[in-house]
């Protein structure tokens, strides 16, 4: 029974250049959550994603992000034209349908140079 | 509310010892706790909920306590052992209309540091 599985586990890219993370729940699960991370913080909350919905995406930065979870396949994060400040690692979470404590991936670290 | 911190709060214990890591929350709306631990490279790993209609909950080695009167929570970690080294952070959930659980609220994380 995999957990969440993220890829790719690193990520280098260079200033202006697209970053994608996918993120695969846990087989059953319905609710994807992605949050970051810098150096020595704690996570910061971005999108919250059922099947094919975007439930809440107030901690989404207004441009060059967005975020989607299709009916097939893994929930896909997408950063447009990457800046120094985007790095950070990148956590996804998933959870089954009106439950908690909700199960992490081990996230994707992107450096942009 | 937002927790930044350049410097991480540190926590240094022998082998055995038992260890209280503190989380003070932001909101007193907040309805579901969870302790979280994050070893280097790593997600975070679930260790234990409690909700806000309760005040103690106990699991292997771990107690979570909840005081809502000055919204503050803690995590005891009872004979702590060298693989118990890692940050701990606690999140809490804020309830938004529809939904039960979903946007967590993270603090700024407690380094743990066991030595043998």
């Known amino acids: 029974n995999a957990g969440v599985m993220q890829n790719p586990r690193h990520l280098v890219r260079r200033r202006g250049q697209e970053a994608r993370l996918r993120c695969s729940p846990v087989?059953?699960?319905?609710?994807v959550y992605w949050y970051r991370q810098l150096p020595e913080e704690g996570l910061k909350f971005m999108v919250y994603l059922q099947k094919e919905n975007i439930i809440d995406e107030s901690g989404m930065p207004k441009e060059r992000f967005s975020a989607e979870f299709p009916k097939e396949g893994p929930s896909i994060l997408r950063i447009q034209q990457v800046v120094r400040g985007d790095s950070a690692a990148y956590f996804c979470?998933?959870?089954?349908?009106?439950?908690?404590?909700?199960?992490f991936g081990s996230g994707t670290r992107l450096t942009v140079v | 509310g937002e927790n930044v911190g350049l410097h991480l709060p540190t926590l240094s214990v022998q082998e055995g010892d038992n260890s209280i890591i503190n989380c003070a929350y932001s909101?007193?709306?907040?309805?579901?706790f969870i302790w979280y631990k994050q070893e280097s490279g790593k997600g975070p790993q679930f260790i234990i909920d409690i909700r806000s209609n309760m005040d103690k909950r106990q699991g292997q080695r771990v107690t979570v306590l909840l005081n809502k009167t000055v919204k503050h929570l803690s995590l005891q970690i009872a004979a702590t052992q060298p693989g118990d080294s890692a940050v701990y952070f606690c999140a809490e959930n804020i309830p938004t209309s529809g939904t039960s659980y979903g946007k967590l609220t993270f603090g700024q994380g407690t380094i743990l540091t066991v030595h043998p």
């Open positions: 909101n007193s709306a907040s309805d579901y």
């Open positions: 087989k059953g699960h319905s609710h």
């Open positions: 979470a998933s959870s089954p349908r009106d439950s908690g404590g909700y199960t």
